[in-house]
């Protein structure tokens, strides 16, 4: 079965810690994305790319960094200079060039601070 | 750049009572709009999406949502809720061919036996 794959569901992350969250599609979709997740406040754009080796920063984009070496794969780090990491992290990805082509969704990593 | 407001953050219905979320998006130009919902802890499903082939567009679980141009709308709808219903919704919009979708803030229902 096609689809997205986020690893590890849930992950800790200690004061001053770098983490990667992990993105994998095998739906041969070009365009791939990063949204946050908190109480409240909707889905909030982290980055998004529409074809391998180019990225584009989304509205939030302090604090983290992402790369996109191959196409089915998309990782995003949450570095220490994000203050406030803990959410829920949802993973992307869609065909390009349809303005009606829905965006595909993993089923999200949840990162805490210990 | 446009967007979407989803009026209602919370929305509570009897079992087998009519559903409606709403929607609301900000455009002078005829938008590109989804509907999402999301069950706990997991990622979001597509329920639906508005093409401009028809107004009135049939998702899947029963649901449908109507484009209404004079009023920027695009409710969701179901005749009769089900428990299993009781998730978040999200609507969404793409400004352009290809960009990221926008989401809104979400309306989470819940269904009361």
């Known amino acids: 079965d096609g689809g997205i794959t986020q690893s590890p569901k849930y992950l800790f992350r200690k004061e001053g810690q770098n983490v990667t969250l992990s993105c994998e599609q095998n739906?041969?979709?070009?365009?791939m994305y990063w949204y946050r997740q908190d109480p409240g406040q909707g889905l909030r754009l982290i980055y998004y790319s529409q074809i391998v080796n180019d990225f584009q920063k989304g509205d939030i984009a302090e604090g983290y960094s992402v790369s996109r070496e191959k196409k089915e794969s998309f990782p995003l780090t949450v570095t220490s200079a994000q203050k406030n990491p803990t959410a829920f992290y949802l993973c992307?990805?869609?065909?390009?060039?349809?303005?009606?082509?829905?965006?595909?969704f993993g089923d999200g990593t949840r990162l805490s601070i210990l | 750049a446009q967007s979407v407001t989803q009026l209602g953050s919370h929305v509570s219905v009897s079992e087998g009572a009519l559903v409606l979320l709403r929607c609301n998006y900000s455009s002078s130009v005829p938008p590109y709009l989804f509907w999402y919902v999301q069950y706990p802890n997991q990622g979001l499903q597509l329920l639906l999406k508005?093409?401009?082939?028809?107004?009135l567009v049939k998702g899947i679980n029963g649901f449908e949502a109507e484009f209404k141009k004079s009023e920027t709308s695009f409710h969701l709808t179901k005749p009769s809720a089900h428990m299993s219903d009781a998730a978040e919704y999200f609507c969404a919009v793409r400004n352009s061919g290809n960009t990221p979708l926008v989401f809104g803030k979400g309306t989470r229902l819940s269904v009361i036996a």
């Open positions: 739906l041969n979709h070009d365009a």
């Open positions: 992307a990805s869609s065909i390009t060039g349809g303005i009606n082509q829905p965006q595909h």
């Open positions: 508005y093409t401009s082939a028809a107004t």
